[in-house]
């Protein structure tokens, strides 16, 4: 007997077809489809993996010392989180393996994602056997007391920004019935038209991270989504049992892996010169869909451009195709993602070029 989830099909299986085509192009594929880094790891980085590469012991769940030091000093000098205790860092493999087992791994039963979504949310609920809620105004939850409610500013899709006046009132709505917010900060560095705020800071939290956790992944900002290198922090509580079910479970980041992250955490100016990177793209490929039809929305901050050209999402996604363009349905991250595409800022200067002279002569 089959005693696995159901879980929906990979996504990017699915659109296995489209890629197919968009790879017939006589000048190759430009492939917006993925969150997928293509610039080099910074040499910092490189350097540090082997300064642990000789060491054959286990490595610690907890990570070490001065990696929890580093993002808390990281935290405070990008985000203005300031008072996070260093015991409440855990390094992850990756996020996604965090957003995926974080519902199992608090035992909630009940978990409510954005009606647009990063579709690893839905899977992680399912794993758990969880009941799914989808829903931006939790007020509609009425009485209700889920177990774990996510938030996602920037979003992956759409790359809105939350003010923090809407994450004080996730925060107060779920601190009176006893709810974890678990926020995904993977963007939170790659604000264009607006600064997003963390979830930890004082604004939102007014200073008391209780409840709250923030998962943060240096796959975009540092070109590490090789390396599988993330981590959480937030209530000292709710990290310290993650970290007894992860000691148990052998969910353990590599110790060169680890020796990689201080580093990153530790240094500011490669990550100002990927956003740059991120930007300068942006700022060629927004003005050639634009004139091409499309209608961007949100898209304020993150690594996306939500655009439409109001039509069905897969119908945008074959346009795109027959002219080399990959991108993703936005039926990928919800029902009501079905007239949008996600366009991805994660291709070379030279690919993006080729997208702008296709959507320019089409």
């Not at 080099?40 to 054959?56: F, K, M, R, S, W």
């Not at 931006?136 to 992956?156: F, K, Y």
């Not at 899709?157 to 923090?164: I, K, Q």
Request: hydrophobic share 45%.
């Amino acid at each position: 007997m089959n005693t696995f989830p159901q879980l929906p099909d990979f996504p990017w299986d699915v659109l296995a077809d489209h890629a197919a085509r968009a790879r017939t192009h006589p000048d190759g594929v430009v492939d917006l489809s993925m969150g997928t880094p293509v610039d080099p790891v910074p040499p910092l980085v490189q350097a540090a993996l082997g300064t642990a590469a000789e060491l054959p012991g286990y490595p610690q769940t907890h990570g070490v010392p001065q990696l929890r030091a580093e993002a808390v000093a990281a935290m405070a000098r990008r985000h203005g989180v300031t008072g996070l205790d260093p015991d409440a860092v855990l390094p992850t493999i990756g996020s996604k393996e965090l957003v995926a087992w974080l519902p199992t791994l608090l035992g909630v039963r009940s978990v409510v994602i954005p009606e647009l979504a990063y579709p690893t949310y839905e899977v992680g609920a399912r794993l758990a056997k969880a009941e799914l809620f989808r829903s931006d105004g939790l007020t509609a939850l009425g009485p209700a007391a889920p177990g774990m409610v996510w938030l996602n500013s920037p979003s992956n899709p759409t790359g809105r920004v939350l003010p923090v006046e809407h994450l004080r009132k996730v925060v107060d709505w779920a601190r009176e019935r006893g709810t974890i917010v678990v926020s995904d900060e993977c963007y939170l560095a790659l604000g264009w038209e607006t600064e997003p705020v963390s979830v930890l800071h004082p604004s939102v939290s007014g200073g008391d991270v209780t409840g709250l956790l923030a998962v943060h992944s240096l796959s975009k900002i540092s070109s590490l989504a090789g390396y599988r290198a993330g981590f959480v922090t937030g209530d000292p509580a709710l990290v310290r049992g993650l970290l007894e079910v992860r000691k148990h479970a052998g969910m353990i980041v590599p110790r060169p892996i680890q020796a990689a992250i201080t580093a990153a955490l530790a240094d500011d100016t490669h990550v100002a010169d990927q956003k740059a990177r991120f930007a300068a793209r942006r700022d060629v490929l927004r003005p050639a869909l634009l004139e091409a039809g499309f209608k961007i929305d949100h898209s304020e901050a993150g690594l996306y451009l939500w655009a439409t050209r109001d039509e069905s999402a897969w119908d945008t996604v074959q346009w795109l195709a027959e002219r080399g363009i990959l991108v993703a349905p936005g039926t990928f991250y919800g029902p009501t993602g079905d007239r949008h595409v996600r366009i991805a800022l994660t291709a070379t200067d030279e690919r993006i070029a080729a997208a702008v002279s296709r959507l320019s002569h089409p």
